[in-house]
């Protein structure tokens, strides 16, 4: 079952079976599985706007994920790869 949640205008939760992911207008900006960011959209600072709830939503379901803009990029490069779905996936996710 999928339950959608608009916390402003335009940026939504979206709760599934297997996780939450937060959108911006009709973006996927990230996904959450497991208490674990697993996804980052390749748009996920594409504003102010988007980076306000981003940060919102990774403090409530991940407190300390998003301390600043540069920490968080930092951590996408360290710790994510991208891929051709235009999305950064976490590396252990590849590992099969």
């Known amino acids: 079952m999928v ?3 608009a ?3 335009n940026q939504t939760i979206v709760y599934t079976n297997s996780g939450v992911e937060f959108h911006s207008y009709k973006s996927f900006i990230c996904e959450i599985k497991s208490g674990e960011l697993v996804k980052i959209g390749y ?6 706007t988007t980076i ?3 940060k919102q939503f990774l403090d409530k379901y991940l407190p300390n994920t998003y301390k600043t803009k540069a ?3 930092k951590l ?3 710790k ?4 051709e779905n235009g999305y950064y996936e976490l590396k252990k996710q590849l590992i099969v």
């Open 3 to 5: 339950k959608i949640e």
């Open 7 to 9: 916390i402003a205008n």
């Open 43 to 48: 748009n996920w600072n594409y504003s102010r």
């Open 52 to 54: 306000k709830y981003l």
């Open 71 to 73: 920490n968080f990029e």
């Open 76 to 78: 996408i490069e360290k």
């Open 80 to 83: 994510y790869i991208y891929n």
